[in-house]
């Protein structure tokens, strides 16, 4: 049941993001990527759990695992340079 909550508040966020990607990413566009704020886990948890799905040696998109990429360096080096 937890997960079937999560996969709902995910669908429910989502339907209230604009449809694309931006131009440049920000905070809150990586944070929606990862799904950080709801999943619980670290930004390298979520990470590692996204990429083993999305990346194109698995069959996944280069260009989601590219974003996915993308999202995790900006969360970390906002974490390094805002302890």
Do not use: W
């Not at 604009?18 to 920000?26: C, L, Q, S």
Request: glycine share 4%; aromatic share 6%.
């Amino acid at each position: 049941m937890h997960l079937l909550q999560r996969f709902t508040s995910s669908v429910k966020r989502l339907m209230n993001y604009p449809r694309g990607f931006k131009h440049t990413m920000d905070t809150e566009e990586a944070k929606l990527i990862l799904d950080i704020e709801h999943s619980g886990q670290t930004v390298m948890q979520r990470y590692r759990t996204l990429i083993k799905i999305n990346h194109p040696d698995r069959g996944g998109s280069s260009y989601i695992a590219s974003k996915i990429n993308q999202a995790k360096d900006l969360l970390i080096e906002q974490t390094l340079r805002h302890p």
